[in-house]
C-alpha cells in the first residue's frame, strides 16, 4: 500500500455490511463532518468525508478521507485512504498561481510604505 492508503479484510461480517456503513456515515456526521458517499450496484459502498468550510475546500485546506467497503463473501474489504491529491493539492496550485501577484503587490506596498516612515 501507499503512503497515504490502507486496508484491511474483515472475516465474517458480510451480514453486517450495511448496517456498519450506516452507522460509520451516521457517527461522523454526529461529529461535525460533511459525509457524502453511496452504496453502488455490486453492493460496494463508496463513502467520502471531509471536514472544513466552503473557503478552506477551495484552497485546498480542508481534511479529506475516503473509504471504500468492498464485500467479498463471506468477508469485507475495507480501504481508506487520504483523499489529497484530488481534492487538496490541485485547488491549493491553483489559488497560488492565482493570487501571488496580489499577495507581491502587497508586499512591495509594505516594503515601499515602511520606507517612508
Do not use: C
Not at 490502507?6 to 451480514?15: E, K
Not at 454526529?30 to 468550510?53: H, M, P
Not at 463471506?74 to 481508506?80: D, G, K, L, Q, S
Amino acid at each position: 500500500m501507499g503512503l497515504f492508503k490502507t486496508s484491511q479484510i474483515y472475516l465474517d461480517v458480510l451480514p453486517f455490511l450495511d448496517r456498519a456503513s450506516n452507522d460509520l456515515w451516521d457517527s461522523f456526521q454526529q461529529e461535525g463532518y460533511n459525509v457524502r458517499g453511496q452504496k453502488l450496484a455490486n453492493d460496494e459502498w463508496d463513502i467520502s468525508i471531509n471536514k472544513g468550510i466552503w473557503i478552506e475546500a477551495a484552497v485546498g485546506l480542508s481534511t479529506a478521507l475516503k473509504i471504500k467497503i468492498t464485500p467479498t463473501p463471506p468477508h469485507i474489504h475495507a480501504e481508506v485512504s487520504v483523499g489529497i491529491f484530488g481534492q487538496q493539492v490541485i485547488p491549493t496550485i491553483l489559488a497560488y498561481t492565482i493570487f501571488w501577484p496580489i499577495a507581491l503587490a502587497q508586499v512591495w506596498g509594505l516594503i515601499k510604505h515602511s520606507v517612508l516612515d
